[in-house]
């Protein structure tokens, strides 16, 4: 018992360290953590909760396409299921204050896709944005 409470406590201080790092000073760091976080959160098969960082400019998106971003996600999640699929942030080529661009790898089986996402900074989270800086659409058929 004993043994788990110390294994227990330096978890915890692990993650507090890792908190500190991903959400102090840096903010880079912060992005790059707020970005590992969503990837954990479809890892462990919850992407009814993913809702909560598209843009709402995404979420309009997603609208205009006849989806309800939930009935979007459950379909992803069903894929994902299916495929076996799993994602790991691979890098982040841009990172502009309140905007930046994740390249995130999803691998299945022995292939990975990598695509470059945009994000934006919108009530202080950074969110999935629905288009890059430039205007460029981020739609790929095989990701």
């Known amino acids: ?5 110390v294994r227990l406590r ?6 507090w360290v890792l908190a500190g790092v991903g ?19 479809a890892r462990e098969g919850k992407y009814g909760e993913l809702e909560e960082v598209m843009s709402e ?4 998106k997603v609208r205009a ?8 996600l459950a379909y992803v999640a069903r894929r994902d299921r299916e495929e076996r699929a799993t994602y790991f942030l691979r890098d982040v080529p841009k990172f502009e204050g309140s905007y930046a661009e994740a390249e995130i790898g999803r691998v299945t089986g022995e292939r ?20 890059y800086k430039d205007g460029r659409s981020w739609e790929a058929d095989d990701f």
Do not use: T, Y
């Not at 018992?1 to 409470?5: A, D, E, H, I, T």
């Not at 996402?117 to 009530?123: A, G, H, N, Q």
């Open 65 to 72: 396409e006849g989806w309800e971003p939930k009935a979007g």
């Open 112 to 131: 990975e896709n990598r695509m470059v996402i945009p994000f934006v900074r919108e009530e202080g989270k950074w969110r999935v944005g629905a288009a």
């Open 10 to 15: 330096f978890f915890c201080l692990g993650a």
């Open 23 to 41: 959400c102090g000073v840096d903010p880079r760091g912060q992005f790059e953590g707020e970005v590992r976080g969503m990837i954990e959160v």
């Open 57 to 60: 400019g995404l979420k309009g």
């Open 1 to 5: 018992m004993g043994f788990l409470k």
